[in-house]
């Protein structure tokens, strides 16, 4: 089992190398695990911050994959996009890259796992999003690339949108024209 302070084993499992690593860290830094230090009176600065930044670069960049995939319609980008950020399906992701074992909880480690893992998962995986949003200088190209790669199994689930067909009028023929009275 890999150590929670092994970095690049978790920049491997990402893809990502970060120029700043204090960026990571704090990514991976639960509030309760930061809450321990502080009473240690030692300065911890949590993953809250990050995790809001990294659900808006997430809604972001799906709504923008879904615009590549024929999405045009309000209503179907806003369902499928909501489908995908939950934090249930957030959950799924981290599962399959294991960032559990990175993640910094601290000792109630066990009781926060049993009542609230998904959350727990959900939450870092947006703030590993926002991290790396900030150590790529705000490119968010470098994390569409990231979040493609994280979500392609989900991505390749949805089916490209047709654009709604227009119905076309028939002409209206000579016989049965409408004249106006005079």
């Known amino acids: 089992m890999e150590k929670k302070d092994d970095m690049s084993g978790i920049e491997t499992i990402i893809g990502y190398h970060f ?12 509030p309760a695990y930061a809450n321990e230090l502080i009473q240690q009176n030692r300065i911890c ?5 990050y995790s809001t930044l990294g659900d808006a670069v997430l809604k972001t960049s799906l709504i923008l ?4 995939k024929g999405f ?12 995908l950020e939950d934090n249930r399906s957030l959950a799924k992701v981290g599962r399959r890259m294991k960032i559990k074992r990175f993640i910094r909880l601290g000792r109630g480690e066990k009781d926060l ?14 703030a590993i999003i926002g991290a790396i949003y900030l150590d790529s200088d705000a490119g968010l190209g470098v994390v569409r ?11 390749a689930r949805i089916k490209r949108e047709e654009p709604p067909k227009k119905k076309i009028k028939p002409p209206l023929s000579s016989t049965s024209r409408r004249v106006r009275p005079r």
């Open 19 to 30: 120029f700043e690593r204090q960026h990571l860290i704090r990514a991976l830094t639960h």
């Open 45 to 49: 600065l949590t993953q809250d911050a």
């Open 65 to 68: 994959f879904l615009m590549e």
């Open 72 to 83: 045009q319609d309000k209503g179907a980008i806003t369902k499928t996009k909501e489908q």
């Open 113 to 126: 796992w049993q009542s609230g893992e998904d959350t727990i998962l959900a939450d870092t995986m947006e």
């Open 145 to 155: 690339q990231c979040i493609g790669t994280w979500f392609e199994p989900e991505l």
